[in-house]
T-cell receptor, first 120, second 112 residues
Framework: DTGVSQDPRHKITKRGQNVTFRCDPI?????LYWYRQTLGQGPEFLTY????????KSRLLSDRFSAERPKGSFSTLEIQRTEQGDSAMYLC??????????????????FGEGSRLTVL | GDSVTQMEGPVTLSEEAFLTINCTYT??????LFWYVQYPGEGLQLLLK?????DKGSNKGFEATYRKETTSFHLEKGSVQVSDSAVYFC???????????FGAGTRLAVHP
């Protein structure tokens, strides 16, 4: 399977614990995105990387959240001192961006199946 | 900031019925518009897109036309099937495709 893969698919943790999610994008994709989705809502943007550089972070990404993409391939999203409000589906997506803006890029994101976090 | 508003679901239809899911947007500039679909147990996948005003995106019998004057991108299908049961998300490309902004999603249930 050459799609976006996420691990673990489901994590149950106690409040105050740290958790880490991993995302492996499609191999030739240079952009990687993290989104959060809560029940009945659409995905909310958290952050994205162009290769290894983190280019934008949402205000939703508090100091307890950190994302890395050290070699421009896989990425990790760590949540420290989890709170019940962190319970959500964390989605990873990737794309290939050629530069040159909308004229040459499709804008299509390829999503993984998500990592569901439950904080007790 | 940029935002997307979709009609609330769930939408329940009988097979072969006509489908419309409304989507309106607020954005600076001229964003590209998308419909994504999420089938049960699967990740989101692109259904169709339109990159400029009056463009019509189409795929699998679904269509949507980019209407700048009404800032809308309504999804339509002439005859739905049970296999179309899923959650549909309208989205806009913000900041030159730097990110997508999604609506809340509309769940569609099609019964035989």
């Amino acid at each position: 399977d050459t799609g976006v893969s996420q691990d673990p698919r489901h994590k149950i943790t106690k409040r105050g614990q740290n958790v880490t999610f991993r995302c492996d994008p499609i191999s030739e994709h240079n952009r990687l995105y993290w989104y959060r989705q809560t029940l009945g809502q659409g995905p909310e943007f958290l952050t994205y990387f162009q290769n290894e550089a983190q280019l934008e972070k949402s205000r939703l990404l508090s100091d307890r959240f950190s994302a890395e993409r050290p070699k421009g391939s896989f990425s990790t999203l760590e949540i420290q001192r989890t709170e019940q409000g962190d319970s959500a589906m964390y989605l990873c997506a990737s794309s290939y961006n050629r530069g040159g803006g909308v004229a040459v890029n499709t804008g299509e994101l390829f999503f993984g199946e998500g990592s569901r976090l439950t904080v007790l | 900031g940029d935002s997307v508003t979709q009609m609330e679901g769930p939408v329940t239809l009988s097979e072969e019925a006509f489908l419309t899911i409304n989507c309106t947007y607020t954005a600076t500039g001229y964003p590209s518009l998308f419909w994504y679909v999420q089938y049960p147990g699967e990740g989101l996948q692109l259904l169709l897109k339109a990159t400029k005003a009056d463009d019509k995106g189409s795929n699998k019998g679904f269509e949507a036309t980019y209407r700048k004057e009404t800032t809308s991108f309504h999804l339509e299908k002439g005859s739905v099937q049970v296999s179309d049961s899923a959650v549909y998300f309208c989205a806009l490309g913000s900041g030159g495709y730097n990110k997508l902004i999604f609506g809340a999603g509309t769940r569609l249930a099609v019964h035989p």
